[in-house]
């Protein structure tokens, strides 16, 4: 059973940064890949960044630029640093974690972290 927790999140004004991380219960090279989805209330969840496990980044356009998504193998973490934020990001933030065997893909998500950004 793999386990993914988010930590980081919290209130920050506009134009603010913020760190979040996911820390996984295994080795994050196991997955073929790890990312972030954004969930604001009422709205659906989508997709932000994805770090492969070749170590490929890819984000989507709206935070492209001032986002960034890394990892440390020692630690199991992948962490979502977040620049230049504005109200729009206030959603609450989940970690995926996505498995391959054979043809099999199986996501692994954590609990979300909540992102508020207000004056």
């Known amino acids: 059973q793999v386990r993914l927790v988010e930590s980081g999140g919290g209130l920050v004004q506009p134009g603010g940064s913020l760190r979040l991380s996911c820390t996984a219960s295994?080795?994050?090279?196991?997955?073929?890949?790890m990312g972030w989805y954004r969930q604001a209330p009422g709205k659906e969840r989508y997709w932000i960044a994805t770090?492969?496990?070749?170590?490929?980044?890819t984000f989507v356009d709206s935070v492209e630029g001032r986002f960034t998504i890394t990892r440390d193998i020692a630690k199991n973490t992948v962490d979502l640093q977040m620049s230049n934020l504005t109200p729009e990001g206030t959603a609450m933030y989940f970690c995926?974690?996505?498995?391959?065997?054979?043809?099999?893909?199986?996501?692994?998500w954590g609990q979300g972290t909540q992102v508020t950004v207000r004056s």
């Open positions: 295994r080795g994050i090279l196991s997955f073929a890949t």
């Open positions: 995926v974690a996505r498995s391959r065997r054979g043809g099999d893909i199986t996501s692994h």
């Open positions: 770090i492969t496990n070749e170590g490929y980044t």
